[in-house]
């Protein structure tokens, strides 16, 4: 079945400074990559997806970036702020399955 | 109007008994889950419902029941309670790929 690797699992950023979370998935028929936040203690929330006809897609501060041949794609957030604090998943989903797999994680921390 | 609402939110309960969390979405999706996030935040997924019918199963304990009595509803009943069924419980729905998300039922089982 699809896994999920993600990482790092903990990073500490600066407010104004730039995070990057990565994730490599491993079925290649997967074709669809969310990214979901989760806040303290509240449900897990889409912030963007990024679909596997398109390289790169951007929301104000987020991006997503995919690279179909490594199997990688990425969360940019510029100019971080305290509200960007949270758990961060990446996701894959497998047509074939009907299955969207989650990764393990991404506490973003970001300090003033 | 909440469009995923589980309940209860906490349970609280001795090894050993059987408890149940019900799931509700208004969103008129076909797709329902039920994932589990443990103590370290993963999220995995248990169980899957597409118009009342399991289309997933992960390999789960079949302690773990779900039943859907219609495309709106899906419950999780969990019997014979172990220490390691504790964890935030998350029903979800979706008519395409993306999750929409109930606030979470926090099972603490002691």
């Known amino acids: 079945g699809e896994n999920v690797e993600q990482h790092p699992s903990t990073l500490s950023v600066q407010e104004g400074d730039s995070a990057v979370i990565k994730c490599t998935y491993s079925?290649?028929?997967?074709?669809?990559f969310p990214w979901y936040k989760q806040e303290l203690g509240k449900r897990p929330q889409l912030i963007i997806d990024i679909r596997s006809n398109v390289g790169e897609k951007k929301d104000q501060r987020i991006a997503v970036t995919l690279n179909k041949t490594a199997k990688h794609f990425s969360l940019h957030i510029t100019e971080t702020q305290p509200e960007d604090s949270a758990v961060y998943f990446c996701a894959s989903y497998t047509g074939t399955a009907s299955k969207l797999t989650f990764g393990t994680g991404t506490r973003l921390q970001v300090t003033l | 109007d909440t469009a995923v609402s589980q309940t209860p939110k906490y349970l609280v309960t001795q090894m050993g008994n059987d408890k149940s969390i019900k799931c509700e979405q208004n969103?008129?999706?076909?797709?329902m889950y039920w994932y589990k996030q443990d103590s370290k935040k993963f999220l995995k997924i248990m169980f899957s419902y597409n118009n009342k019918e399991l289309i997933i199963n992960e390999t789960v304990p079949n302690r773990f029941s779900p039943k859907s009595p219609d495309k709106a509803h899906l419950n999780l009943h969990i019997n014979s309670l172990e220490l390691g069924d504790s964890a935030v419980y998350f029903c979800?729905?979706?008519?395409?790929?993306?999750?929409?998300f109930g606030e979470g039922s926090r099972l603490t089982v002691l």
């Open positions: 079925d290649s028929a997967s074709n669809y």
């Open positions: 979800a729905s979706s008519q395409r790929r993306e999750l929409f």
């Open positions: 969103l008129g999706h076909d797709t």
